[in-house]
């Protein structure tokens, strides 16, 4: 793992307290990947069990996220950290709550597996969201990736992304739209698909929320709420 951009202390026992909060993060965000892949399975092969395994995982989730966040508060007690320290638990802070609603957004996504196996919905249906499944899920690993390294221009890149997730969102959209509009007896089971589709569309944003925090920590510089292009600018120079 490259360490170069998380600061250096006399106390080696603050290095030591950084470096295990963020081994965390990434422990807790390798659960949350597990579950978004166990729950596309689910989605894509109609598979029950599966999906009632991922709604089991659910409180591990939720615990790491409250065993970290507390983690961080006695840090911020203990140590009452500045500049580049306070940053990086800030970006912590805000990451495992993203790491959090990922896993939620999974569950979400397991669910609707259990209704569309019910209502054996056509397969036709799933073609656009395995894609997009697939390409969520590799922005959730490069977010994480671009963490672990804390590198910035990983993070940009990976943040881009998001524009070919909301347009493969919306390019399912309008074919579910098509079927409901050919067959009224398509609703309910198109209504499900469309439900996943926009889940992995806010999978999609948390991921582009975790690179804006790496970009943060490293470049000092909050850029929430900005283009992509000034996003770049900032992080270019």
Known sequence: MNNTHLPQHISKQFDNELENVRSRVLSMGGQVEQQLTDALNALMKSDNELSKAVLDTEYEVNAMEVSIDEECTQILARRQ???????????????????????DEAERI????????DKQAPRSYYIGIGSMGNYVRNMVHGALDAFARMDPVAALEIAGRERGADSQ????????ITYMMED???????????????????????ARNICEYVIYFVEGKDVRHISLEEMEKEVKG
Do not use: C
Not at 169 to 176: F, G, H, K, N, T
């Open 110 to 117: 397991a669910k609707m597996a259990i209704d569309l196996a």
């Open 81 to 103: 950290p500045a500049a580049g320290d306070l940053r990086l638990i800030t970006a912590v802070i805000k990451t495992i709550t993203d790491l959090e609603r990922i896993g």
């Open 184 to 206: 009224p007896r398509n609703i309910s089971s198109a209504l499900d698909t469309i439900w996943s589709a926009r889940a992995l569309e806010r999978i999609g944003d948390h």
């Open 169 to 176: 969102y919306s390019a399912i959209l309008r074919q579910l």
